[in-house]
């Protein structure tokens, strides 16, 4: 029903840039948040940054905000994360996360879809 594919990922050095990519394919579905999270080695997932797919309004993490940007293409439900000024510390497996839902008897029914992942590299 949903599909969620990242992609953009890579190897890059510190200071430089990537985007990222999340094709999420609902066809008759409502979109209502995508989600950026990621995955450092040894360690827990941690929220990067969301959008609400509507009214376009975003949160970041404090560790991100100023370097990177979440923005969503409403024609192609298309999400991207331009991740700019990256540091080591940045490398992780990024997952994008949409929340959506079909329209069924008069109301929303969202649920949350996962994408398997891209692995950033940021070197020294």
């Known amino acids: 029903q949903v599909q969620v594919v990242e992609s953009g990922g890579g190897l890059v050095q510190a200071g430089g840039s990537l985007r990222l990519s999340c094709e999420v394919s609902a066809r008759t579905f409502r979109i209502f948040t995508g989600t950026w999270y990621r995955r450092a080695p040894g360690k827990e997932r941690e929220f990067v940054t969301s959008?609400?797919?509507?009214?376009?309004?975003?949160s970041y993490t404090d560790s991100v905000k100023g370097r990177f940007t979440i923005s969503r293409d409403n024609a192609n439900t298309t999400l991207y994360l331009q991740m700019n000024s990256l540091k080591p510390e940045d490398t992780a497996d990024y997952y994008c996360?949409?929340?959506?839902?079909?329209?069924?008897?008069?109301?929303?029914?969202?649920?949350?879809?996962w994408g398997r992942g891209t692995r950033v590299t940021v070197s020294l």
């Open positions: 996360n949409a929340r959506a839902g079909p329209f069924v008897h008069g109301t929303w029914l969202p649920d949350f879809y």
């Open positions: 959008i609400d797919w509507e009214s376009g309004r975003t």
